[in-house]
C-alpha cells in the first residue's frame, strides 16, 4: 500500500520569501502524485499532478514540484509567497485501482505567512 | 460555475439521530467519493462509487452507508452520529481514468452535540 509523509506540520515564511514544502511517498510503482492545497473551511484544489514525462510540474498561483525518483520525493516550491497563498497543503499519491484511482494523502502542511 | 456542490455546508445534529449529506456534481463523471477529515488530519476515504458498483473501504465502520441513485447525486447517511464523528466531510469526482484528476466539493462541516 502507497504512504505519504510530510515532516513539516507548520511552515511559516515571510512574504516575498521562497517556500519548499516538503513530500516523500512509499509506493512499489510508478506513483501518480499530486499536491492540493486548501483553504480554512473549504474543500481541496488541485495545484499540480505528476503522472509522467517531465519530472518538473508546472501547475497554477506559481507553485512547481519535482518529483525525485531517487529521493522518493516530490517537494512543492515557490519562489515568491503571496499572504494569500496561507493555507493547508497536502501531498497524495495515488494508484489506479480498476479504472478509478484512489489517492492517499499526507496529514498536511500548514503555511503561515508573515507580512 | 459550481461543479461539486454539497448541502448543506453546515449540519448540527444530536448525538444518535441519523443525519443525511447531500452532494451532487454537474461534470458527469463516473467516480464518486466520501472522505472524512478531522480537525489537522488528512482527508480519510470512507468509500466511493465507480458507476453504481460500490467499494468501502475495510476500515470504515458499519455506521456510514452510502447512495447514489444517479449519476450527478451521492448522499451520506450516518445512522447514529456519536461524538467522534464530528468532521468535515469532503466530497469529490473523477472521471474513470486511471490518470483523472479529483474535484472536491467546499465539504460539509458535521457537529455532534
Known amino acids: 500500500a502507497q504512504s505519504v509523509t510530510q515532516p513539516d506540520i507548520h511552515i511559516t515564511v515571510s512574504e516575498g520569501a521562497s517556500l519548499e514544502l516538503r513530500c516523500n511517498y512509499s509506493?512499489?510503482?510508478?506513483?501518480?502524485l499530486f499536491w492540493y492545497v486548501q483553504s480554512p473551511g473549504q474543500g481541496l484544489q488541485l495545484l499540480l499532478k505528476y503522472f509522467s514525462g517531465d519530472t518538473l510540474v508546472q501547475g497554477i498561483k506559481g507553485f512547481e514540484a519535482e518529483f525525485k525518483r531517487s529521493q522518493s520525493s516530490f517537494n512543492l516550491r515557490k519562489p515568491s509567497v503571496h499572504w494569500s497563498d496561507a493555507a493547508e497543503y497536502f501531498c497524495a499519491v495515488g494508484a489506479a485501482t480498476g479504472g478509478s484511482y484512489i489517492p492517499t494523502f499526507g496529514r498536511g502542511t500548514s503555511l503561515i505567512v508573515h507580512p | 460555475d459550481a461543479m461539486v456542490i454539497q448541502n448543506p455546508r453546515y449540519q448540527v445534529t444530536q448525538f444518535g439521530k441519523p443525519v443525511t449529506l447531500s452532494c451532487s456534481q454537474t461534470l458527469n463523471h463516473n467516480v464518486m467519493y466520501w472522505y472524512q477529515q478531522k480537525s489537522s488530519q488528512a482527508p480519510k476515504l470512507l468509500f466511493h462509487?465507480?458507476?453504481?458498483?460500490?467499494?468501502n473501504e475495510a476500515d470504515t465502520p458499519d455506521n456510514f452507508q452510502s447512495r447514489r441513485p444517479n449519476t450527478s447525486f451521492c448522499f451520506l447517511d450516518i445512522r447514529s452520529p456519536g461524538l467522534g464523528d464530528a468532521a468535515m466531510y469532503l466530497c469529490?469526482?473523477?472521471?474513470?481514468?486511471?490518470?483523472?484528476?479529483?474535484?472536491f466539493g467546499p465539504g460539509t462541516r458535521l457537529l455532534v452535540l
Open positions: 509506493y512499489g510503482a510508478t506513483p501518480y
Open positions: 462509487y465507480y458507476d453504481k458498483d460500490f467499494n
Open positions: 469529490a469526482t473523477s472521471r474513470d481514468s486511471g490518470q483523472e484528476t479529483q474535484y
